[in-house]
C-alpha cells in the first residue's frame, strides 16, 4: 500500500506559533497553490480564489479583524480564500475558458451548450442559498487540498474562521460576488515548538449512520 496520503494526512497539523524569521519562497508558495488546483469541482468550474498577503503592513490591517490572532503577522503568508458566488454564470471568465476547454478536448460539443447553461442554472441558481453552497464547497475542497499541498512541501498551516466576514470583505475592497470561509496561515513552525498530541478524531464506526 502506497503510504505517501497516509503520512500527509497524519503529519498535518494546525500550527499556532511560526518561525517569524524564515519566509515562504515564491516559487514554494506557487507550487502548493498549483497542486491544490488540481482538486476537483462542480463542472470544473474552480470557483476559487486566493489574496495573498506578504507585507507586514498588510497582515497587520488583517490581525484586529481576525480576533487580533497572533499567527496573523507571525506567519509569512496569509492567504485570504475566496469562494465566487457566482462562478457558475454565463459571461464570466472562467465558465467560459471551461467551456472552451471542453470544446478544445472534445468533452462537449458546440451543440451542448444550452443544455451546460441550464445544468448549472438549475443546480447553482434556484436560490441564494444554492449560490452560497456552490462556492463555499468547491473552495472548501480547495482550501483542503492547499493544506495538504503544504505538508508535503514542509509547510505548515492554519485555518481560521475567527474573523469579521464583513470587516475584511470592506477593508480589503473584496468585491460583493466573494465569500470568505477562512483565512490561512502559511510558514514554518516555530524553532522549538512542542506540539500536543493530535487531536480525537471521530473513527469510522462514529462517521457512519443509517437512518
Not at 98 to 123: C, H, I, K, V
Request: glycine share 4%; net charge negative.
Amino acid at each position: 500500500m502506497n503510504q505517501v496520503f497516509k503520512k500527509i494526512s497524519e503529519k498535518r497539523r494546525s500550527i499556532n506559533f511560526f518561525d517569524t524569521n524564515r519566509d515562504v519562497p515564491e516559487e514554494t508558495l506557487v507550487e502548493m497553490v498549483d497542486l491544490a488546483a488540481n482538486t476537483p469541482s462542480s463542472f470544473n468550474l474552480q470557483p476559487w480564489n486566493l489574496m495573498v498577503l506578504r507585507q507586514a503592513e498588510e497582515k497587520e490591517r488583517l490581525r484586529p479583524l481576525a480576533w487580533d490572532q497572533p499567527k496573523v503577522t507571525e506567519a509569512p503568508v496569509v492567504l485570504i480564500v475566496l469562494a465566487d458566488k457566482t462562478g457558475w454564470q454565463e459571461g464570466h471568465p472562467v465558465f467560459e475558458k471551461n467551456w472552451e476547454e471542453m470544446l478544445r478536448s472534445g468533452t462537449m460539443q458546440t451543440d451542448q451548450r444550452d443544455w451546460f447553461l441550464n445544468a448549472t442554472q438549475s443546480l447553482y441558481n434556484w436560490s441564494g442559498d444554492a449560490n452560497l453552497a456552490f462556492a463555499a464547497k468547491n473552495t472548501g475542497f480547495f482550501a483542503m487540498s492547499l493544506m495538504y499541498a503544504a505538508t508535503s512541501l514542509g509547510l505548515e498551516t492554519h485555518p481560521m474562521d475567527g474573523f469579521d466576514h464583513e470587516a475584511v470583505q470592506k477593508r480589503f475592497k473584496i468585491p460583493d460576488n466573494y465569500w470568505i470561509p477562512l483565512l490561512l496561515a502559511v510558514g514554518y513552525k516555530k524553532p522549538g515548538l512542542e506540539l500536543h498530541p493530535a487531536k480525537w478524531r471521530k473513527s469510522y464506526h462514529e462517521i457512519v449512520v443509517s437512518f
